[in-house]
């Protein structure tokens, strides 16, 4: 005749070394170790889970519950890879681009061949529905600012629109033909930066325009924008201001 005692005593037996440890030890450190199994989640794919069991007078779906924080848990992981990967192409797209056009640009002979390939060879190579150039007016007036290719802006456009930044991007554009002369309705987004004046060169602004509405917006990165002025800038000076 056994009693609890002995009862135990074979339980414990049945849980020996052969089968490692015993389901009161997994239990116990479970318990001691709440987050193991958000730690190595891996192992959920390998264990049999309850589908539901018992709490009070409710049922609970601790299976599918587990199971669809964990695949959440794991769709949100692949989005943001997914995010990083496609905006690391992104930016490299976008800085492949910057440097064929800046080398374009390096071909110019005069500033109205810069003036030209700006407003036609840019455009494709940045995937832009419109780029231009445009200057406030010159004192004293310069013939070269009045090239067909070159936008005349009225004077105090370039701090209206930029105040003390050297860059701005506007969503949702709306333009009544000061930056992007008779192509402006057709321009949905822009992004304008400030060209600096020289001895004798005005300011001026150098307008990138995109079909969609949101291609530019504020939060975007504007270091190849505005790196891009930067070269139009020096080309400008160097072509209108020859003795400087």
């Known amino acids: 005749m056994t ?3 002995d009862d135990a005593t074979k339980n414990k037996a ?26 190595n989640t891996e192992l959920l794919r390998e264990m049999t889970l309850p589908s539901r069991w018992q709490d009070g007078d409710g049922v609970v779906d601790m299976q599918h519950y587990i199971l669809d924080q964990l ?11 997914q995010e990083v990967i496609e905006t690391s192409r992104h930016n490299m797209s976008n800085q492949t681009r910057t440097h064929a056009a800046i080398l374009t ?35 004293p007036p310069l ?13 105090g456009t370039v701090e209206g629109l930029l105040g003390e930044s050297d860059v701005r991007l506007i969503r949702d554009m709306t333009d009544d033909g000061i930056l992007f002369g008779s192509g402006a309705g057709l321009i949905g987004s822009a992004a304008i930066a ?3 004046p020289g001895r004798a060169v005005p300011v001026g602004l150098l307008s990138l325009g995109s079909r969609g509405s949101t291609d530019f917006h ?8 505005g790196f891009l002025a930067r070269i139009v800038e020096r080309f400008a000076h160097k072509w209108l201001e020859p003795d400087s």
């Open 218 to 225: 504020p939060g975007q990165g504007t270091e190849l924008i």
């Open 143 to 155: 013939p070269d600012l009045s090239f067909d290719d070159i936008q005349r802006l009225p004077q």
């Open 3 to 5: 009693g609890p005692k």
């Open 105 to 139: 640009l390096i071909g110019a002979s005069d500033f109205e061949n810069l003036s030209r390939l700006i407003n036609d060879d840019l455009p494709p190579l940045l995937d832009l529905e419109m780029v231009t150039i445009g200057f406030e007016p010159a004192d």
């Open 194 to 196: 400030r060209l600096r």
């Open 14 to 39: 049945a849980a020996g070394p052969e089968d490692g440890l015993s389901p009161d030890q997994v239990a116990t450190y479970l318990k001691s170790h709440p987050d193991f199994l958000s730690r």
């Open 71 to 81: 695949r959440g848990e794991i769709d949100n992981l692949r989005t943001c890879a």
